[in-house]
């Protein structure tokens, strides 16, 4: 890398942090701090096995650069690797390929900015790809990649479409339409059960308040309250037929 002066040229860049490293230093700084070297250490092995380039340590985090995509994929899963055995340190990786600027030790360029960007889209475990790494890798069908949607990231005008690699080693985030149909489902299970309350106190005021024609396990007493009675005078019966007297008392109740 050279230093002094100003040196552009496509890279892939890598991103990493150790996701809540913050609240971890406030609980355990011992152990906070042993997850850091260990985090450095894998880095810094793989980094150099893949010919790759660590630019520079922010703590709990790291700026990488690879000549190659398929080198920075492949590091990028033997660290994740690493990071998962034995004590376990919750790790986030972003890679972007892109234009960048080399000048006094460091790096420059939006490559750099949106490689930062996507890893903080990632969860602990997982190593997340811009579009531009997937098209990169359409000759190498040994790394797949599936994609998780497109994403406005803070500071890019356009929404980037964010990939997630395949791999047994690593993790692979929830894509936005799992999410999306999750929440549909969540919301659905909501209204019915909105629904079903509200049909339960339906009833339950239907049969507890103090209406007598809904009252369950009482009888109405006096149906004179409801009805009214009206007063027939008994038919005489006029046929000469005697059988046909209970016809006229029937008529007159």
């Known amino acids: 890398m050279a230093t002094g002066k100003e ?13 809540g490293y913050t609240a971890l230093v406030q609980k355990d700084e011992g152990a906070a701090l042993a997850k850091v070297a260990k985090f450095r250490k894998a880095l810094e092995e793989h980094t150099s096995a893949h010919h790759g380039e660590v630019i520079e340590f ?15 994929i492949e590091c990028a899963i033997r660290m994740q690797e690493s990071y ?4 376990i340190v919750d790790v986030r990786i972003g890679i972007h390929f892109g234009d960048i600027v080399f000048r006094d030790g460091t790096v420059y360029g939006d490559g750099v900015n949106l490689a930062a960007r996507i ?15 997937k ?17 406005n990231l803070k500071n890019v005008e356009e929404p980037v479409e964010i990939h997630a690699v ?31 309350l509200s049909v339960a106190l339906l009833i339950t005021l239907i049969l507890y308040l103090d209406f007598p024609l809904f009252r369950t396990g009482k009888v109405i007493s006096s149906p004179d309250k409801f009805t009214e009675k009206i007063a027939v005078d008994r038919f005489q019966n006029n046929t000469l037929q005697d059988s046909l007297d209970l016809i006229g008392d029937l008529a007159g109740d």
């Open 7 to 19: 040196q552009r040229r496509l890279a892939a860049v890598m991103f990493c942090d150790i996701k």
């Open 58 to 72: 922010y703590g709990d985090g790291s700026l990488s650069v690879y000549t190659s995509v398929v080198e920075a």
């Open 135 to 151: 098209r990169e890798l359409m000759n190498h069908p040994g790394i797949s990649t599936r994609s998780l949607g497109r994403y």
């Open 166 to 196: 395949e791999h047994p080693s690593v993790v692979i985030p929830q894509t936005r339409i799992d999410k999306v149909r999750r929440k549909g489902k969540i919301r659905f299970f909501q209204k019915a059960l909105v629904g079903v």
């Open 119 to 133: 890893e903080a889209q990632g969860i602990p475990g997982a190593v997340l790809v811009s579009d531009k790494v």
């Open 84 to 87: 998962r055995n034995g004590e």
